[in-house]
Nanobody, 123 residues
């Protein structure tokens, strides 16, 4: 399974971006999916996760209320809508496919990873 993340870029604080993650195979429709991020010099952290059918979503403590994860299984694509962006949201964002239908908040629960898309938020 290959995951292709896109949609990153440079945005001013308070702005919005929408990230997309396209999977190469429809079989990920049975998998939970997640977005993670890693800023320079920091550990990777969970941003948002979504179950196989979109019924359960969870968010990291630093993004709750500003970000929204969704998925379109017909397109094998997962989205991350990011609003009210802050400079501290600057990072490389990675999408990942979970080992099960229920998406874990722990990165060890993921078996396939995309290449990452860079998000830079200027103040």
């Amino acid at each position: 399974v290959q995951l292709q993340a896109s949609g990153g870029g440079l945005v001013q604080a308070g702005g919005s971006l929408r990230l997309s993650c396209a999977a190469s195979r429809r079989t990920v429709s049975n998998n939970g999916m997640g977005w993670f991020r890693q800023a320079p010099g920091k550990e990777r952290e969970v941003v948002a996760t979504i179950s196989w059918n979109g019924g359960v979503t969870n968010y990291g403590n630093s993004v709750g209320g500003r970000f929204s994860i969704s998925r379109d299984n017909a397109k094998s694509t997962v989205y991350l809508q990011m609003n009210s962006l802050k400079p501290e949201d600057t990072a490389v964002y990675y999408c990942a496919a979970a080992r099960s239908a229920i998406a874990s908040m722990d990165s060890r629960g993921y078996q396939y990873w995309g290449q990452g898309t860079e998000v830079t938020v200027s103040s």
